[in-house]
T-cell receptor, first 116, second 116 residues
Framework: EAGVAQSPRYKIIEKRQSVAFWCNPI?????LYWYQQILGQGPKLLIQ????????DSQLPKDRFSAERLKGVDSTLKIQPAKLEDSAVYLC??????????????FGNGTRLTVT | DQQVKQNSPSLSVQEGRISILNCDYT??????FLWYKKYPAEGPTFLIS?????DKNEDGRFTVFLNKSAKHLSLHIVPSQPGDSAVYFC???????????????FGQGTILTVHP
């Protein structure tokens, strides 16, 4: 079974620039998550999709962050404009369903973003 | 508001001995708890989980204990091996509809180092 694919692995941008991350979940997984992990902290949920609909985006800074999951498969997360505090690893995860509490998530290797 | 806390940033143990990683939570709605392991430059991988209806779950060298009255869980690794050296994250999930369904709240992580 192929894992969750993310690209790029690393990105360095200047503040106020824009950036986009891509994620392809495990085939057949209906639920897709984007997490932000700041150095020294645990991952924090940004947005959760069920198929191509948003389930939870309560912690997404909507003034600068946006995400979409067209056709219920792969997803993109965009930041525009970036701030210094957005420097973090952005992790994409998927699970077969969100109908079971605590369904183990399968994570990709993440994209490390550095904003200078 | 840190709902899941791992108060030990790091732990060092000798190969063959027991590793005990601790986690505390504050949200009484959490009903499912998971441990994830993370190697550098990789995404977290699921290790073991426990439902709130149990107080212990075992999987090979890994055992998770849950004390609901104390809102505390721990991960025991016996015997510890050098390959276990990684960051360990505790995570919790709450039952409920809508936005909380399937959402994981992570602790800050504990760096485990197992010396040969």
């Amino acid at each position: 079974e192929a894992g969750v694919a993310q690209s790029p692995r690393y990105k360095i941008i200047e503040k106020r620039q824009s950036v986009a991350f891509w994620c392809n979940p495990i085939s057949g997984h209906a639920t897709l998550y984007w997490y932000q992990q700041i150095l020294g902290q645990g991952p924090k949920l940004l947005i959760q999709f069920q198929n191509n609909g948003v389930v939870d985006d309560s912690q997404l800074p909507k003034d600068r962050f946006s995400a979409e999951r067209l056709k219920g498969v792969d997803s993109t997360l965009k930041i525009q404009p970036a701030k210094l505090e957005d420097s973090a690893v952005y992790l994409c995860a998927s699970s077969p369903n969100s109908g079971v509490s605590g369904s183990p998530l399968h994570f990709g290797n993440g994209t490390r973003l550095t904003v200078t | 508001d840190q709902q899941v806390k791992q108060n030990s940033p790091s732990l060092s143990v000798q190969e063959g001995r027991i590793s005990i990683l601790n986690c505390d939570y504050t949200n009484s709605m959490f009903d499912y708890f998971l441990w994830y392991k993370k190697y550098p430059a990789e995404g977290p991988t699921f290790l073991i989980s426990i439902s709130s209806i149990k107080d212990k779950n075992e999987d090979g060298r890994f055992t998770v204990f849950l004390n609901k009255s104390a809102k505390h869980l721990s991960l025991h690794i016996v015997p510890s091996q050098p390959g276990d050296s990684a960051v360990y994250f505790c995570a919790a999930s709450a039952l409920g509809g809508g936005t909380s369904y399937g959402k994981l709240t992570f602790g800050q992580g504990t760096i485990l180092t197992v010396h040969p």
